[in-house]
């Protein structure tokens, strides 16, 4: 496995109440995304994104060293 980076950033609009801006960097196994969208607060797309990547997150930071 070949991980370079993964970032993933979200955080509110500074100008525009009530937006998220996401910015996701992935540079692994070949896969490079870099990316920047906008979303609103009860943009439904957004909201499972959020839930699944804590979801993995979580996962991971309570996983054993192998």
Known sequence: MEVNEIRI???KH????GINV????IDAN??????Q???????KAFEKFVKDITKVAQELANARIE
Not at 14 to 17: A, E, K, L
Not at 22 to 25: E, T
Not at 37 to 43: E, L, R, S, V
């Open 37 to 43: 969208t906008q979303h609103k607060d009860d943009d």
């Open 14 to 17: 500074h100008v525009t109440p």
């Open 22 to 25: 996401l910015d996701l960097v």
């Open 30 to 35: 070949g896969e490079q995304i870099r990316k």
């Open 9 to 11: 950033e979200i955080r």
